[in-house]
């Protein structure tokens, strides 16, 4: 069988006893990496053998491990922190038990997203998890773009050194919704920096580094403000402000709850 084991984000003692026992009885643990899992199992005593398993051999460590939980090997996978799967190896592992007819057990514990919405003070009835946004500014502002609507808040996952332009694309696709940034989560140097994305930004901007793992929340889209400027004035105001004209449409479609479509048609019927 394969057990799916939640290991601690940070503190050590963020762990289950259920999560523990599993780890001792387990034939195997296949590990993200090996020389980091090996601090916890050392911390708690687990002399089970391991097995590297990242996204650079899942594929082939995949088949293997399912060939030998099929001969009986009980498998448990654990991720370096937090839910393995959750922007984290694992997905092909579970689909080759699954299609293998192998019992899957998640172990639950921590969970880094689930950790920063709690303590974030941002709406926690409905949220939408994105993992980790695009690397380059075009796809990144997109991929943010597309959530504008969403009645939800919006929780990421970010590297230290692409925090702050990730907080800029924000602010440029989203405006100044609520921010939260938890940095270093159960760790020592923990720590939630709440503003807008530019007031974050100014922060973190002033530090001379800024590392850890982060988790980055925006809050929920609110209803448009009602706004009875004409929209080519409101395009045109944005546009001497320094906003690219495709810019100024999409900011004003926010706005108003209009798709840019809408806007563009507008602005072609006011011209006429």
């Not at 009875?228 to 906003?243: C, F, K, S, Y």
């Not at 563009?264 to 011209?271: H, Q, T």
């Given at each position: 069988m394969l057990y799916v084991v939640a290991t601690p984000i940070g503190n050590l003692e963020d762990i289950t006893y259920r999560a523990v026992r599993v780890l001792k009885e387990a034939g195997l643990i296949a590990c993200e990496d090996t020389r980091?899992?090996?601090?916890?199992?050392?911390?708690?005593?687990?002399?089970?053998?391991?097995?590297?398993?990242?996204?650079?051999?899942?594929?082939?460590?995949?088949?293997?491990?399912?060939?030998?939980?099929?001969?009986?090997?009980?498998?448990?996978?654990?991720?370096?922190?937090?839910?393995?799967?959750?922007?984290?190896?694992?997905?092909?592992?579970?689909?080759?038990?699954?299609?293998?007819?192998?019992?899957?057990?998640?172990?639950?514990g921590p969970s880094a997203s689930l950790a920063a919405l709690a303590a974030s003070g941002l709406p926690t009835d409905a949220f939408h998890f994105g993992g980790f946004?695009?690397?380059?500014?075009?796809?990144?502002?997109?991929?943010?773009?597309?959530?504008?609507?969403?009645q939800a808040t919006l929780i990421f996952y970010e590297a230290p050194h692409r925090i702050l332009d990730a907080l800029d694309a924000v602010e440029q696709a989203l405006g100044p919704r609520p921010v939260v940034v938890a940095r270093e989560l159960t760790k020592i140097h923990e720590e939630c920096l709440r503003g807008t994305a530019a007031e974050i930004r100014a922060q973190l901007a002033g530090r001379e580094s800024v590392k850890g793992e982060?988790?980055?929340?925006?809050?929920?889209?609110?209803?448009?403000?009602?706004?009875?400027?004409?929209?080519?004035?409101?395009?045109?105001?944005?546009?001497?402000?320094?906003?690219?004209?495709?810019?100024?449409?999409k900011q004003v479609a926010r706005r108003r709850g209009l798709s840019k479509r809408e806007v563009?048609?507008?602005?072609?019927?006011?011209?006429k």
């Open positions: 980091h899992t090996a601090h916890l199992l050392e911390h708690y005593g687990i002399e089970t053998p391991t097995i590297s398993y990242h996204e650079f051999n899942e594929a082939e460590r995949s088949a293997e491990l399912a060939s030998r939980m099929l001969a009986g090997l009980v498998v448990a996978l654990v991720s370096d922190a937090g839910m393995p799967l959750v922007s984290d190896p694992g997905y092909r592992l579970v689909r080759a038990a699954i299609e293998n007819g192998i019992p899957v057990y998640a172990v639950p946004l695009p690397h380059t500014p075009g796809r990144r502002l997109k991929a943010l773009e597309a959530l504008a609507e969403e982060i988790t980055l929340l925006v809050g929920k889209a609110t209803e448009p403000r009602p706004d009875d400027t004409p929209v080519e004035e409101a395009v045109a105001a944005l546009e001497r402000g320094g906003a690219p004209r495709m810019d100024a449409i563009y048609d507008l602005l072609l019927e006011a011209r």
